[in-house]
């Protein structure tokens, strides 16, 4: 790969039709180079227009991006709002930025009134259950907007002081302090999985910006490394129980 971007960047300059570059861009990093790298040639290109201030160059660079990076919407949770595909809460999402000329809280619930909107089943319509389960949301707020600061060998960390987990009492979830939490063998599990949890996220979510490769590869040896360690854990309680077994049949 040394030395593709300067011979990339060398025809470009030798070109002098703004499609012709795309075309000629895609056309060589198509099927030899990742999406990340595609990426990153058509941002250099789009630079480049802003640059010498060329519309035309600026909206077929646009384009050519959109073409490259295809798009899958999916929910998080599916199901939650019955037959409504994340496509089409996307397309009505974006119907509604480009009608408002930006995407607020606010312009989603008030497009979604009529009974007919394509985002009316995602609201609680019934103000009197509506208030009662946003006073549950801001208790919510409150829990999570407390934090506490722990010091330990002169070195201080401020995290969230109460956090929500399964719990070894048999509760199914609900709200201790980290403090209890990390002394609770149910509870220490669940905010590890957490834990996991939100570095896989994060690592899919900036999956594109090479800008963080260095943290991305950091949170990877960290799972890695919390995976070995489970599963040497379960390799141990599986050897124990087969003890135990063996020796209640001697």
């Known amino acids: 790969m040394v030395g593709w971007s300067m011979v990339l960047f060398g025809r470009i300059g030798c070109a002098r039709d703004c499609t012709a570059r795309v075309c000629k861009v895609r056309q060589e990093l198509s099927g030899n180079f990742g999406l990340g790298m595609v990426r990153r ?37 599916p199901g939650l709002w019955g037959d409504l595909t994340a496509d089409k809460a996307m397309a009505e999402l974006e119907r509604i930025r480009e009608k408002h000329g930006g995407l607020k809280p606010e312009y989603v619930v008030e497009e979604s009134k009529d009974e007919k909107a394509v985002l009316h089943k995602c609201f609680q319509w019934d103000d009197t259950i509506a208030a009662q389960m946003w006073r549950k949301e801001q208790a919510r707020q409150l829990i999570k907007n407390i934090t506490v600061t722990i010091v330990n060998e002169n070195v201080s960390a401020t995290i969230r002081a109460i956090v929500n987990v399964a719990t070894s009492n048999g509760d199914k979830r609900s709200y201790i302090p980290l403090t209890q939490a990390i002394l609770d063998e149910t509870a220490y599990d669940d905010l590890l999985a957490q834990a996991k949890a939100d570095m896989e996220a994060f690592i899919a979510k900036y999956s594109q910006l090479n800008e963080l490769n260095s943290v991305k590869k950091s949170m990877m040896a960290v799972l890695s490394g919390i995976d070995e360690e489970e599963g040497e854990a379960k390799r141990e309680e599986i050897a124990r129980r087969r003890k135990r077994v063996i020796n209640n049949n001697q």
Not at 48 to 60: P, Y
């Open 41 to 77: 040639c058509v941002a250099g290109l789009e630079r480049r227009c802003v640059e010498s201030q060329s519309d035309d160059w600026n909206c077929e660079v646009r384009q050519e991006r959109k073409n490259i990076m295809k798009q899958e919407y999916k929910f998080i949770t």
